[in-house]
């Protein structure tokens, strides 16, 4: 069973910066798909970005530009850097493993999710 723990969430002011981590115990980690999910407070878990096992990468629609997604294979660990914070980024961050066609179309695996890291943009 691998496990998954994020990192790195915390207050910042808006244009900010923050990098979340999301660190996997287990080998197998790198056979997977990563997705970066986010669930605002009344808010629908949105897909955020995702990163293939060979490092191939996509991202929402709302985060283009201001977001990038990378993954470490020595240390089981994959980064969200977040750039350019805006108040509607608020929200708990979830990473998930999964699987990724070759569309790019990424699915999630039930019973791989982290317990999430709240991010707060705020003045």
């Known amino acids: 069973q691998v496990q998954l723990v994020e990192s790195g969430g915390g207050l910042v002011q808006p244009g900010g910066s923050l990098r979340l981590s999301c660190a996997a115990s287990?080998?197998?980690?790198?056979?997977?798909?990563v997705g970066w999910y986010r669930q605002g407070t009344g808010k629908q878990r949105e897909l955020v970005a995702t990163?293939?096992?060979?490092?191939?990468?996509t991202f929402g629609d709302s985060v283009k530009g201001r977001f990038t997604i990378s993954r470490d294979y020595a240390k089981n660990t994959v980064y969200l850097q977040m750039n350019s914070l805006k108040p509607e980024d608020t929200a708990v961050y979830y990473c998930?493993?999964?699987?990724?066609?070759?569309?790019?179309?990424?699915?999630?695996?039930?019973?791989?999710w982290g317990q999430g890291t709240q991010v707060t943009v705020s003045s």
């Open positions: 287990g080998s197998i980690f790198n056979i997977y798909a």
């Open positions: 998930n493993l999964g699987d990724m066609d070759s569309r790019g179309t990424y699915y999630s695996r039930n019973g791989y």
């Open positions: 990163i293939s096992r060979s490092g191939a990468t």
